[in-house]
């Protein structure tokens, strides 16, 4: 296939409520979308970024600008791609940049997905109809508030709770959800906030049945990590220091981590995440599908992936209405019972709705070939 034209949308939504992690609290979700057109067919992807560098290095402003100046003319250049997995090969020479390389990617995946007539899980070559599904909540005003938000998300049939820890607000917390639901599927998340030198925080929390603890040291880490996995029975997820396979490959024979949080944004794109998916699965390490705060579009894309059989543990990929008013997709992603029913039409199954998407966009940017010269 070759594609006619992309086009960028910077987008603005608000989260219904504000979500506040150990590096900050967010209220305002600023991302962009890809749109990739070939013939009569469009392909959606999202970048995954954020307004300023806290989660990681990248932004909307530095994603937009590798998406412009680098991927897209890259694309351009190369003409026909045969296999979305080429792309990623194309953009291998750029270095990190991972979210908006796989925004582009993303857009091509749903695209040729579409213009196949298959799936997005399909082409992927996923299998499930049906998802699991977890809630991530953030750090609450207090602990009473907690426990209740909680409770709801108990209630709504979410599989798998995580709640947000920093030094801090941290064991006292978790005991006391702890205590109220003995039996519920639950985990932490520090986002890199500690270092060894918590390492007695970190042992209380490993009284607490925990099914993982995510990140709790540094961004970068993964020798701390295997320290500190010999020091406790909890699995340690990583998700801020998985960028490749390869870095998978590092943190599994070192014994960093038992489990990993696959974001397709994170490792730069739907390629390389079944690639991580597919070794994790030869080496024993289950894998579930973490979620960037997403809209619809990048929601979709995770339940296709998530379809694939490695995807052992419920996913951060909760329903639309938990983060937003209103979705930029029809129908938007529900959860009942704790699962998501994955769509089975063409592509990425959901369709993105012209009105909603202009009603919040500040800025679009087409892109086509340069005209060739005579
Ligand atoms: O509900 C979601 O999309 C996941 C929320 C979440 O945990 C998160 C949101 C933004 C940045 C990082 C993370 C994380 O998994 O660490
Ligand atoms: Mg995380």
Not at 231 to 255: F, M, N, Q, R
Not at 316 to 333: G, K, M, N, Q
Request: hydrophobic share 35%; aromatic share 8%; proline share 5%.
């Amino acid at each position: 296939m070759k594609i006619d034209k992309f086009k960028l949308r910077r987008m603005m939504l608000q989260l219904k409520e504000p979500f506040q992690t150990s590096f900050g609290t967010q209220q305002d979700r600023e991302f962009f979308i890809v749109e990739a057109y070939s013939g009569d067919d469009v392909g959606y992807g999202e970048c995954v970024v954020n307004s300023r560098p806290l989660y990681s290095e990248e932004t909307v402003k530095t994603a937009w600008h590798i998406a412009e100046d680098f991927l897209i003319p890259a694309i351009f250049e190369k003409g026909e791609i045969h296999h979305p997995d080429e792309v990623s090969e194309l953009f291998a020479p750029y270095r990190r940049n991972n979210m908006a390389k796989s925004s582009v990617e993303g857009a091509i995946w749903d695209l040729y997905a579409k213009k196949n007539k298959v799936t997005l899980a399909e082409a992927l070559g996923g299998d499930k109809k049906e998802i699991d599904v977890g809630i991530s909540i953030g750090i609450q005003e207090s602990t009473e508030k907690l426990i209740q938000t909680v409770g709801k998300y108990v209630d709504e049939g979410y599989k798998r709770i995580k709640i947000k820890i920093k030094p801090g607000t941290d064991v006292e917390v978790l005991r006391a959800v702890r205590e109220t639901y003995p039996e519920i599927a639950m985990m932490a998340d520090g986002n890199s906030a500690y270092t060894l030198d918590d390492i007695e925080t970190l042992k209380q929390l490993d009284n607490l049945n925990l099914t993982m603890i995510e990140q709790p040291l540094a961004h970068d880490d993964i020798i701390d990590h295997a320290s500190l996995q010999k020091e406790i029975k909890t699995p340690v997820c990583l998700d801020e220091s998985i960028h490749s396979l390869d870095d998978v490959k590092k943190a599994v024979s070192l014994g960093s981590c038992e489990i990993i949080n696959i974001k397709i944004g994170r490792v730069g794109g739907l390629t390389e995440a079944k690639k991580i998916h597919d070794y994790c699965e030869g080496h024993g390490i289950p894998v579930w599908c973490g979620g960037m705060l997403e809209s619809g579009i990048g929601r979709a894309h995770n339940i296709a992936l998530t379809t694939l059989s490695n995807f052992k543990l419920p996913g951060d990929t909760a329903a639309s209405s938990r983060y937003w008013s209103e979705d930029i997709i029809s129908p938007e992603v529900t959860v009942e019972d704790g699962v998501i029913h994955v769509p089975d039409k063409p592509g990425i199954g959901y369709e993105p709705v012209e009105e909603l998407l202009d009603r919040y966009t500040l800025e679009v940017k087409e892109f086509r070939p340069e005209p060739v010269r005579a």
